[in-house]
């Protein structure tokens, strides 16, 4: 219970990094809390988390591909903050000013998210879509038996 716990925080906070609206919106801090106040998630939602995930990084490991293959260059990995800066350059300043208000500050911005975010955008949706999908993986049964 305490790896599918942990799974789920990656999972959701993971989600909560790459949308900045979790941290601008209250609406979305809403939905955060809803989520957690409930004991047990339902691993549909990992499961369909984890191939909306994969759908992102499949279509960002092909943009990223594109290029090189229709010009014979090399390949180029675009990170999630070069995305972030060309969809809304504003909403990672202010993600960035969110989250440098809180107790761990810069410290959280620049060797946690900023590490996370300055991945290749495939990689990062790779690996959230990993742990998502192990964290809605089905379980097996297994039946005991008492003579």
Do not use: C
């Not at 799974?7 to 990094?17: D, K, N, Q, R």
């Not at 979305?28 to 759908?55: E, G, K, N, Q």
């Not at 279509?59 to 070069?82: F, H, K, N, R």
């Not at 964290?135 to 039946?143: E, P």
């Amino acid at each position: 219970m305490r790896v599918n716990w942990l799974l789920a925080t990656i999972a959701i906070s993971g989600a909560a990094v790459i949308g900045a609206w979790v941290l601008v919106s209250p609406a979305a801090a809403i939905v955060l809390v809803a989520l957690f106040a409930v004991p047990v998630i339902p691993r549909a939602a990992f499961r369909f988390l984890s191939s909306l995930f994969l759908l992102i990084a499949v279509i960002a490991l092909v943009a990223d591909l594109t290029p090189m293959i229709s010009a014979g260059g090399a390949p180029q990995a675009t990170s999630v903050t070069e995305h972030w800066e060309g969809l809304s350059p504003a909403s990672l300043k202010g993600a960035k000013a969110a989250v440098s208000k809180s107790a761990a500050g810069s410290w959280l911005w620049d060797n946690v998210i900023g590490v996370a975010i300055g991945w290749p955008t495939f990689v990062l949706f790779g690996l959230l879509a990993l742990a998502a999908g192990v964290a809605g993986r089905r379980r097996k049964t297994i039946n005991i038996y008492a003579n």
